[in-house]
DNA sequence: TGTACATCAGTGAACGCGCGTTCACTGATGTAC
DNA sequence: TGTACATCAGTGAACGCGCGTTCACTGATGTAC
């Protein structure tokens, strides 16, 4: 955590503190207590400071999201990278996504909220998009059924992403050794989908 | 909706109402609206006066989600029963989750969180038992693959409940005749499941 | 190298907001006899 | 059928909370000459 050197009137890189503020903050305690407020706190700074920085709590959001984006991103790339065959790569795609929704809760929701909850960010929506590319063009090697190639895109995503929203409310407990115990692996082996 | 009866001192059926005036909120205004003041506002009481018939906001929440569940168990069944055979009734109770999903979208996010973010509540879990159990039963009809019958079901579950998110957050938007434009019975033909 | 000055990035007090909750209260309702 | 009384379900004022935002301010930094 970056914070004001003591007794220094400016800090140096508030906005980046405030953004490691803020994913600390995400980590730590959740998405509902991401407020500037807090992240001004935790960067060591009053707590009008960030208005110098970001166009209110959307505008903080919005960059912290850009730098979840570039994480997600990074754990599907992983996953891809272990395997060499196509439907192998989409399913490493598919647990770095897990991992992700896992290891990175608050984060995972705060990136998958309707482009309408953000404000108009370049940087952010250029992350999206990175992100996205990943997922599309893993899946572009696959055979495609009807709809074409983005119906592909969207069965995998769907899937992936359905099974971390029910990890996340617990209707689904990978590991707990009971009814919830469901593994990615077999769920993804009814996705009739060959290389 | 159930207001009080001017200058009358009981209201009759204050928790009913209270029910009512938050189903109402959620849907013209959404999940963050939902508040004990407004619930009161709207049943036409002030604001102290739900203290008497639930246990804070978690409890009215807990109190409207089991409706939540008697709807979308509704719309799951409805679909189902246009079907005649084992995975058209699937696919057809996808299509009523799907309807839940998007003609009642802050009551599908109010239903679908962890159990832990509700107070135990016989009743609710009663609700979400039995829509569950449409869910399994209606998915047992099918052939299981790795992993058996939980398998199979979650397998349904994570691609429709994956492509109601989708759609929520506009990275799906059925009949926009763009690249967002997917349609989930296309989706759901890439699922390997036969009677 | 020094000086004058504009700009920048902070501070801390204050404001208004809606929220849940508490409290003393009051009038209607239900019950015992 | 009346009456006394306990209980119930409301009211409205008040409180404290954390929030975003505004404001006058101040001291450090950067720049022109």
Redesign the interface.
């Known amino acids: 955590m970056i914070r004001k050197p003591a007794n220094q009137q400016h800090h140096g890189n508030l906005r980046e503190a405030l953004i490691l503020a803020g994913l600390q903050i995400l980590e730590t305690e959740g998405l509902k207590a991401l407020t500037l407020r807090r992240c001004a706190k935790l960067a060591g700074v009053s707590h009008a400071a960030p208005t110098h920085h970001f166009e209110g709590l959307p505008g903080l959001k919005s960059a912290i999201a850009t730098r979840g984006y570039g994480i997600f991103e990074r754990l599907m790339i992983e996953g891809i990278e272990a395997e060499d065959t196509p439907r192998g790569r989409v399913l490493g795609m598919c647990r770095g996504y897990l991992r992700f929704a896992t290891e990175h809760r608050a984060l995972f929701n705060l990136i ?5 909850d953000f404000p108009p960010d370049e940087e952010r929506m250029a992350a999206a998009a990175s992100a996205r590319r990943v997922l599309t063009q893993t899946c572009a090697e696959l055979r495609h ?3 074409g190639s ?3 895109e ?2 995998v ?10 990890i ?5 407990v990978p590991g707990s050794g009971d ?1 919830r115990d ?2 990615f692996d ?2 993804f ?5 060959r290389a």
């Open positions: 998958f909220v309707s482009p309408r059924g009807a709809g983005s119906t592909t969207v069965a995503w769907s899937l992936v992403h359905g099974f971390a929203k029910l996340e409310i617990e209707r689904v009814a469901v593994d077999n769920v082996s009814f996705l009739d989908v």
